[in-house]
């Protein structure tokens, strides 16, 4: 059963438009919500989270919006560079039941055209 | 601060070997946690530990277990290898709070033949 879900396995993006990453999640215990982003041949890289009591939280170009009662949060690119073009995962835990356990989406490769 | 290192980056066995993988956190980092990652599967959660703990368990076969030391580094095992346990195997560290980012290593590429 997959409780994380990026159902889009890739985007497309012109260089300068905004990118948006969706995630959705079954879990209603998840309260913690993290962004990361992979090149190829290395470990991901921590972009943003946003605690459950968010719906929103912005870092530079990078915003995460979370809608609670939907499942589903979102990651926000404006404006995409073409070195944003990478595989990007969303994870969740439930860190309020201190089980420290992280699920990932199965990623979206994001393509930024230049 | 050095990073996560994970060692050996490459590695090739062959079915029924096993295999050990090694990961060093972040200093000062007390929480490892394993994943294995394949492709259209995303990470898989394996196992955390913290202060040598297992603290968490994925849903995987007993043949997959770890380890981890007094100074934090922990040691991942995988017996009697399958050929779909070929795949990269991350390590991520966090200092061990509930709401940590964790910081992950570049992976071991396992090829099983």
């Known amino acids: 059963d997959q409780q994380v879900k990026q159902n889009s396995p890739s985007l497309s993006v012109q260089e300068g438009r905004i990118s948006i990453l969706n995630c959705d999640y079954t879990n209603s215990m998840f309260d913690y919500f993290l962004w990361y982003k992979k090149y190829p041949a290395e470990g991901p890289t921590f972009l943003i989270s946003i605690s459950s009591i968010k719906d929103k939280n912005e870092d530079g170009r990078f915003t995460v919006f979370l809608n609670k009662s939907a499942k589903h949060l979102s990651l926000h690119i404006v404006p995409s560079q073409p070195g944003d073009s990478a595989v990007y995962f969303c994870?969740?835990?439930?860190?309020?039941?201190?089980?420290?356990?992280?699920?990932f989406g199965t990623g979206t490769r994001l393509k930024v055209l230049a | 601060k050095a990073g996560v290192t994970q060692t050996p980056r490459y590695l090739i066995k062959t079915r029924g070997q096993q295999v050990t993988l090694s990961c060093s956190p972040i200093s000062g980092h007390r929480s490892v946690s394993w994943y294995q990652q394949t492709p259209g599967q995303g990470l898989q959660f394996l196992f955390e530990?913290?202060?040598?703990?297992?603290?968490n368990k994925g849903n995987f076969p007993g043949r997959f277990s770890g380890r981890q030391f007094s100074n934090s580094r922990s040691e991942m095992n995988v017996s009697t290898l399958e050929l779909g346990d070929s795949a990269l195997y991350l390590c991520a560290s966090t200092e061990g709070g509930p709401y940590n980012e964790q910081f992950f290593g570049p992976g071991t590429r396992l090829t099983v033949l």
């Open positions: 994870a969740a835990s439930e860190g309020d039941s201190g089980t420290y356990k992280y699920i």
């Open positions: 530990y913290f202060s040598e703990t297992q603290r």
